[in-house]
T-cell receptor
Framework: AQSVTQPDIHITVSEGASLELRCNYS??????LFWYVQSPGQGLQLLLK??????LVQGIKGFEAEFKRSQSSFNLRKPSVHWSDAAEYFC????????????FGTGTKLQVIP | EPEVTQTPSHQVTQMGQEVILRCVPI?????FYWYRQILGQKVEFLVS????????KSEIFDDQFSVERPDGSNFTLKIRSTKLEDSAMYFC??????????FGPGTRLLVL
């Protein structure tokens, strides 16, 4: 079955430490891939996206993500986390080919400690 | 930068009442969507809308739900007779060509 998996429900990192959030997808073809962030009580903000081409994509707020076809993964990274990065992060996919729905992963809640 | 806006930000209603959630998509976007997020759960697709008709809907989007684009700027979600389980955050989204969707801040609906 088609799915998006975020294996880590909750992650705690120290401020200044590096961060990697995992995402795996299971689809017949490579979908369009996204990361969204949701701060407490807020909406969903697009961090970055991958459609094709360079497998390392840069996003806003210093985030990047790497697409690995062989692993069906699209992991989100940040070299140095700030306290304001505390939020919930959603990996999401859209099947290529037009006005398709976004399918979200279950989310990873990031806690940043001083 | 253009944004999707939604009103109201919060709505409390009694079970059985009708509610209308309103969205103003980004002005040059052509595809419109509604999603919902029940507290503690993941975001789920409800419906997509293009060229003044529904493109796709999920099994959640039953006859109690309807969508409309009443004018050139608004996109609405109506729930005819709300149930307790309709309590959720409802997100509107829009896109130009359907692949990158931009989300509004959401409307938190509480059904009592």
């Amino acid at each position: 079955a088609q799915s998006v998996t975020q294996p880590d429900i909750h992650i705690t990192v120290s401020e200044g430490a590096s961060l990697e959030l995992r995402c795996n997808y299971s689809y017949g073809a490579t979908p369009y891939l996204f990361w969204y962030v949701q701060s407490p009580g807020q909406g969903l903000q697009l961090l970055l996206k991958y459609f094709s081409g360079d497998t390392l994509v840069q996003g806003i707020k210093g985030f990047e993500a790497e697409f690995k076809r062989s692993q069906s993964s699209f992991n989100l990274r940040k070299p140095s986390v700030h306290w304001s990065d505390a939020a919930e992060y959603f990996c999401a996919v859209v099947l290529s080919g037009g006005y398709q729905k976004v399918t979200f992963g279950t989310g990873t809640k990031l806690q940043v400690i001083p | 930068e253009p944004e999707v806006t939604q009103t109201p930000s919060h709505q409390v209603t009694q079970m059985g009442q009708e509610v209308i959630l309103r969205c103003v998509p980004i002005s040059n976007h052509l595809y419109f969507y509604w999603y919902r997020q029940i507290l503690g759960q993941k975001v789920e697709f409800l419906v997509s809308f293009y060229n003044n008709e529904i493109s796709e809907k999920s099994e959640i989007f039953d006859d109690q739900f309807s969508v409309e684009r009443p004018d050139g700027s608004n996109f609405t979600l109506k729930i005819r007779s709300t149930k307790l389980e309709d309590s959720a955050m409802y997100f509107c989204a829009s896109s130009t060509r359907g692949e990158t969707q931009y989300f509004g801040p959401g409307t938190r609906l509480l059904v009592l």
